[in-house]
């Protein structure tokens, strides 16, 4: 008997670049059958670099223990394969330009009426409005698009946030949405209609934002390696050059960081620190006191100090110092090219065996899907 939560639900995945296919992908680990479908060249992600041992390092994480169905379902037998799997699936997972399904014969309220259990997800850039359906949804685009490059980034400048933060999150809330309904069909035995947008994730996380625009002071500024409404929470030098952040969440840690950690007692008395909204409104003063005792230590000395008085810090690492990093797990992947690949692990530890899983090259499952679900034709 199968341990996995997903063995036996079967998901159909026409889909490309990072939102749907991580999405899926979250699925596949939990053991739903994912057959993806694919054009004659396959996923354009597969085509983003070739660091994953001749892989995407995109489609490499997103689409590993996946099978791989070619088709062009404008073709009258591939649509009738089509239709026949989709016939016997749980879950349809689609991000093709809007409306692009439904021209190609596959209007989603359609299947479900000949599936009604079937659960379909649709993931889009920015909804299905008339006046924003048509814009292109690439994950930068949709970052500047929503307002998190305002807030985002250095004083003087807006920066990029540094992976494809809108496409995970669309990813991961759309699967997240798919258990649910999941769910919901135990229960009523009614598959649903689900649809998720990288706008949509995207504006909901700048909840905060907007409420200080709207209903506050104005919205937060762009404070580089700080926080926006609390202090001291920061990135501070020492004295080898390296940058360790110091985050203070209430009165009593201000206190323990002034008095235990920097041997500096006169700070915590000081009225322009005495709580956060004065230690914010007085932020330039405050950093320049932390910095000009932070800057005779060493990094390894100022970090044990914290550690000491259970203050919360972070050292400002590199990535080569992630994959060195204690706390990080991995998993095994082979590459489409047969090359094993230590990625890192799905963050959900689980009893469940961790197998290594493998990249579908294009196509690589077309032959036996066919045969499968009884393809007719070339």
Known sequence: MSTQPLAGILVVAIEQAVAAPLCSARLADAGARVIKIERADGDFARGYDDAAGGDSSY????NHGKQ??????????????????IGQADVLIQNLAPGALARAGFDLTMLRSRNPRLITCD????????????????????????GLLAV???????GRIGVSLCDIGTGVTAYSAILEALLQRAITGEGASLAVSLFDVAAEWMTVPVVHAETGTGAPKRVGLKHPSIAPYGAFLTSDGRHTLIAVQNEREWVRLCTDALDHPDLAQDPR????????????????????????????????RLNEASIAYGALNE???????????????VSSHGVDLSLPAHPVVTARPDKPRHVPKIGQHSDELRAEFGATGD
């Open 59 to 62: 489609f490499a994480w997103a």
């Open 68 to 85: 791989s169905l070619v088709l062009n379902f404008k073709d009258d037998p591939d649509a009738e394969l089509l239709h026949r799997i």
């Open 123 to 146: 993931i889009s850039g920015y909804g299905g409005g008339d006046e924003v359906a048509g814009l292109k949804a690439y994950d930068l685009l949709v970052q500047a698009e929503s």
């Open 152 to 158: 985002s980034g250095g004083e003087d400048s807006p």
């Open 273 to 304: 620190f005495v709580d956060n909204v004065t230690r914010v409104r007085n932020r330039p003063d405050l950093e320049a006191e932390l910095q000009s005792v932070t800057t005779s230590m060493t990094a390894a000395e100022l970090r044990h």
């Open 319 to 333: 990535v080569d110092d992630l994959s060195a990093h204690p706390a990080l797990r991995r998993r095994a992947v």
